[in-house]
């Protein structure tokens, strides 16, 4: 049954509208129903009472997603403010700074695949703090943390748990080569991977070295866009999670004599116990589960 709508003189309540900006970054309501551990039944409520009060439609549904109105975008943005004052006004009272500054960490993965979306979507939501954000080796993101310099390291490590570090997901490695061209099953693997030390590397190295494969390292770049260039080229080989595959890329296999890989796991390691931090930890894990690289995640 449609809801007539009727000019609202309501009140916005607060939590209401924490739903509703939920349900946008989120992109569904079962995923935002689960990030503010309600059912989506009580989240289409939440915007049913919200769009009652508001007095207009915020969203268009379809059996399988929505989009904003005019009246929704409008609200959106106010919706924004209404509640980072409210975050504000709250830590001032609690005699807690209202800003906070989280240096992080991120291998490239992170960083060029899908991080820029999270850190967007978390600066809408925490306006007053401040991000600075290192690309690097794993490895090395941990040393710094380890060393006081950093709050939140996003890493990967391939069969095994580093000390200190939570397991966010799994995703396949995959071989990646270029699409149109010969690969040669008897030849030695010629391999373009990132510097020691570097995951990925040791994981194809040491799969094609238990495979009995012969391979030589021809090309080393501490850029994966400089990895995928090699392979898009059919200089090399390269091993990547499968997210990472661009066009004019395909996967080679068994067919092709080379080993299967161990599967990239993804974790986050934290410095500090601060809300923020928490906070966009919780939403890259969230993104990762529910997209595992496969689409563009929306937080």
């Given at each position: 049954?449609?809801v007539k709508?009727?000019?609202?003189?309501?009140?916005l309540?607060?939590?209401?509208?924490?739903?509703f900006?939920?349900?946008?970054?989120?992109g569904?309501?079962?995923?935002?129903?689960?990030?503010?551990?309600?059912?989506?039944?009580?989240?289409?409520?939440?915007?049913?009472?919200?769009?009652?009060?508001?007095?207009?439609?915020?969203l268009?549904?379809?059996?399988?997603?929505?989009?904003?109105?005019?009246?929704?975008?409008?609200l959106?943005?106010?919706?924004?403010?209404i509640?980072?004052?409210?975050q504000?006004?709250?830590a001032?009272?609690?005699?807690?700074?209202?800003?906070?500054?989280?240096?992080i960490g991120?291998?490239?993965?992170?960083?060029?695949?899908?991080?820029?979306d999270?850190?967007?979507a978390?600066?809408?939501?925490?306006?007053?703090?401040?991000v600075?954000?290192?690309?690097?080796?794993?490895?090395d993101?941990?040393?710094e943390l380890?060393?006081?310099?950093?709050d939140?390291?996003?890493?990967?490590?391939c069969?095994r748990?580093?000390?200190?570090?939570?397991?966010?997901?799994?995703e396949?490695?995959?071989?990646?080569?270029?699409a149109?061209g010969?690969?040669?099953?008897?030849?030695?693997v010629l391999?373009?991977?990132?510097?020691?030390?570097?995951?990925?590397?040791?994981?194809a190295?040491a799969?094609?070295?238990r495979?009995?494969?012969s391979?030589?390292l021809?090309?080393?770049?501490?850029s994966?866009?400089?990895?995928?260039?090699a392979?898009?080229?059919?200089f090399?080989v390269?091993?990547?999670?499968?997210s990472?595959l661009r066009s004019g890329?395909?996967?080679l296999?068994?067919?092709?004599?080379?080993?299967?890989?161990?599967?990239?796991q993804?974790?986050?390691?934290?410095?500090?116990?601060?809300?923020v931090?928490?906070?966009?930890?919780?939403a890259?894990?969230?993104s990762?589960k529910?997209?595992?690289?496969?689409?563009?995640?929306?937080?």
């Open positions: 049954m449609d709508m009727e000019p609202g003189n309501a009140a309540d607060i939590v209401l509208l924490r739903t900006l939920e349900v946008v970054d989120a569904g309501f079962a995923l935002a129903g689960e990030r503010l551990a309600l059912t989506p039944s009580a989240v289409s409520g939440h915007i049913r009472r919200l769009e009652q009060a508001a007095g207009t439609g915020l268009l549904r379809t059996t399988r997603s929505f989009r904003l109105t005019p009246a929704g975008e409008l959106y943005a106010y919706a924004r403010n509640v980072s004052l409210d504000e006004v709250r001032r009272l609690r005699n807690a700074p209202a800003e906070e500054h989280l240096r991120a291998s490239e993965d992170f960083a060029g695949a899908w991080l820029p999270v850190l967007q978390f600066r809408r939501r925490n306006p007053g703090a401040s600075q954000l290192r690309v690097g080796v794993t490895a993101l941990v040393g380890e060393r006081g310099n950093l939140l390291v996003f890493g990967k490590q069969g748990v580093p000390a200190g570090g939570r397991l966010m997901w799994e396949e490695l995959v071989w990646a080569f270029d149109d010969a690969f040669d099953p008897a030849a030695n391999l373009a991977v990132f510097p020691e030390p570097c995951v990925y590397r040791e994981a190295i799969a094609l070295s495979a009995g494969k391979w030589r021809v090309f080393e770049s501490s994966m866009a400089g990895c995928l260039a392979a898009r080229a059919g090399a390269t091993p990547v999670a499968r990472q890329l395909r996967v296999g068994a067919q092709d004599g080379l080993p299967e890989l161990p599967d990239a993804f974790y986050v390691f934290t410095a500090t116990s601060s809300r931090a928490g906070e966009l930890a919780s890259v894990d969230a990762g529910s997209s595992r690289f496969r689409s563009s995640p929306r937080w």
